[in-house]
Nanobody, 127 residues
């Protein structure tokens, strides 16, 4: 399965963007969990949001709770990240990822729990 992100761009602080992650060569439901991570220049990759595929349980980083929402469209084989009230500190490259095997809520935010990654899409929030 290949994951391809899109929807990034330049937006002013307070604005919104919706990122998409499309799966090709397979279905998203082959994963037990999907997630979004981001990486700002000079910083390590950090967890943003995740969803356990069965049941749809979600998890968010504290820094994005109440502003971002992860969702999916099974028919379109796509996962989304709706980002509202964007801040300059949300700037970075956003990656989607899929993981196999048992999903534990406590470790949904750990990058090591994901097996496939997309190439990323740039999000820049200006002040």
């Amino acid at each position: 399965v290949q994951l391809v992100e899109s929807g990034g761009g330049l937006v002013q602080a307070g604005g919104s963007l919706r990122l998409s992650c499309a799966a090709s060569g397979g279905a998203f439901d082959t994963y037990s969990r999907v997630a979004w991570f981001r990486q700002a220049p000079g910083k390590e990759r950090e967890f943003v949001a995740a969803m356990r595929w069965s049941g749809g349980t979600t998890s968010y980083a504290d820094s994005v709770k109440g502003r971002f929402a992860i969702s999916r469209d099974n028919a379109k084989n796509t996962v989304y990240l709706q980002m509202n009230s964007l801040k300059p500190e949300d700037t970075g490259v956003y990656f989607c990822a899929g993981g196999f095997g048992t999903t534990f809520i406590q470790t949904m935010g750990a990058a090591r729990r994901y097996d496939h990654w997309g190439q990323g899409t740039q999000v820049t929030v200006s002040s």
